[in-house]
């Protein structure tokens, strides 16, 4: 059993975040809220994201599991204006979601979530720590964007920045100890990482948002923030790629 | 001869209602105003729209006939900012309609009528009544959108539904007694229609314009609303889908 | 050496201009500032375009020349702000320019100038001028490109006239002496151009500039104004086309 009473916006900044990894969702739900846990199909990057019961108007649920089509859940969400509410409740016998905003109710047939496995969430040593408001780097991105499929991140002692090279041009952004909310590295930490991935994810989190990124060398990066108000938070990590020089 | 001058507001409301059937119209002209009947190419649907003259800032013709390219009447509306005023006038020589937008004049050649005929508008017995502002039901034709080619339209004693099924999926919307203006009907009165046509029609109309939606069973419906602040009125009928179960 | 700062309108302003005409760009720099002189591919239009060492708010340079892809800076522009700063530096020894924006740092290569000649400007004995807001023709210009794929200008004493016509229909846009700045013209001038070039380049001019146009019969057009909150000019020459009939 799940029913549920969720902002339009807080559902919105959910389905978001997690589209940016896969169009199809198993959300694990417990009577005290729900954990999502999904790699990309092409094993890239994996999520994990929780989000507590007091991120919803109202909820109750038993233990189940629900495979939701996200595209459905976003034309749903398009029906709704900022402030509205959207109600959810999973209709068990006819294996269906039922949502409902305003008026309109609609029913959607649930994704079969038995061939959909949790993946293992590793445990990963990253030395060096950066805290920032995601804000700080999305125009980087969207320059990076312009040059190169890939960005470089380094923290080193007082700085972190990110670094794309094309053919032709680089581009670089370089945020001092001054504009970071936290910097703590031993020496220094580098990863090479496909920019697409790095860069839907953060374009997709509101710029105000502060995040906490986990960095190695040549080692997966590991990017957390929360959401919902801070009643709910995402680990989100992505592998590395080999720099070839 | 034809010579008037409109609101760029007022005829753009016009010609939205208009190209959601046909691409050319043939206009009736007449001392008192202008009446168009038109039927879309594939015969589902049929509007007849009339414009009194007092919708216009200056109006002064005989009987004549216009036919225009709607795309061309678009075309100039795009000059026009909101309260601009736009002057018409049949050029009876060339055969050609003069439009004037502040500095700018565009003639154009009107469309030859005679092979134009006007449609029968057919009398139709239809038992149900239902009045309501048309933006109550312009998300629930959205929803409907991403589940369905089609859309059922039901008045009940005390309701007035739209519902559409896909093969996985459905949507309906249904208003209460309280939120129509008026809702009469003996029995029920259930009819299936072509979701395109409805859609393109009901989103053509300001949302706070009610509309009057007459509906049988397994019958056109008729769906009737005034334009042009009053000055104007609109029939427009839909031909049922035979529902397949 | 080149060293500048500018605000990102002003050169957001710029570059609009020069890239209705080319992809890349040759600057001519100096220690008061820079010029460009470039012709299309076709052939058709010749711009020459100066901005004075004033419009920047840093500028320090000597003789050089700098080769640059637009497409570029305009990435680059995108990621500035109404106000912001864009600073830009050659790098010499490996020829590259560098553009700054905030923290973002862009080096580009430079594109090889050696081939890129400076054409030269005709002397022209145009009898007819006219000056007059840009804004009041664009909008007659956004009329003429949906009939026809020309415009012809026309001054004779008193008025200022723009006309395309298409096979079925005609545009026309006359502003009469009051309309217009200054006119002055004997007898009677009156030339053909292609309209997208005329449309491009009156359409990336800020709608309130003033802009003076020479004019002739079935001669090229000259069309001339400032930019760079008149730090900076341009003048542009398009080549007629040959009336048919």
Redesign the interface.
């Known amino acids: 059993m799940f029913q549920a009473k969720i902002r339009s916006d807080t559902l919105k900044g959910i389905v978001n975040i997690i589209s940016t990894l896969v169009d199809e969702a198993k959300f694990n739900i417990s009577p005290e809220g729900l954990n999502l846990k999904a790699v990309d199909p092409a094993h890239v990057a994996m999520i994990d994201l929780n989000v507590k019961k007091e991120a919803f108007e109202e909820y109750s649920a038993d233990e189940t599991k629900i495979g939701v089509d996200l595209d ?1 859940i976003k ?2 969400l ?2 709704a204006s900022s402030g509205d509410m959207v109600e959810m409740s999973q209709d068990e016998e006819k294996s269906r979601l039922v949502m409902k ?9 649930l994704v079969d979530t038995s061939s959909m496995s949790d993946p293992r969430v590793p445990e990963l040593n990253l030395p060096a720590v950066v805290e920032l408001a995601v804000g ?1 780097i999305q ?2 991105i ?2 990076a964007e ?2 190169s499929d890939h960005i470089a991140l380094t923290a080193e002692e007082g700085y972190f920045e990110l670094y794309s090279e094309g053919d ?8 001092e100890k001054d ?1 970071l909310k936290e910097i703590s590295v031993e020496g220094k930490a580098r990863s090479l990482f496909p920019l697409d991935y790095f860069s839907n994810l953060v374009k997709a989190i509101p710029s105000d948002t502060s995040v906490r990124i986990n960095l190695g060398n040549n080692y997966p990066v590991k990017i957390m923030f929360n959401l919902a108000d801070g009643k709910g938070n995402v680990g989100y990590l992505l592998a590395p790629r080999i720099e070839s020089d």
């Open positions: 459905k034309d749903v398009k029906l905003v305003g008026n309109i109710v609609r029913r959607m047939n700080e125009k980087g969207k320059a312009s040059v032709t041009d680089s581009v670089n952004l370089r945020l504009q």
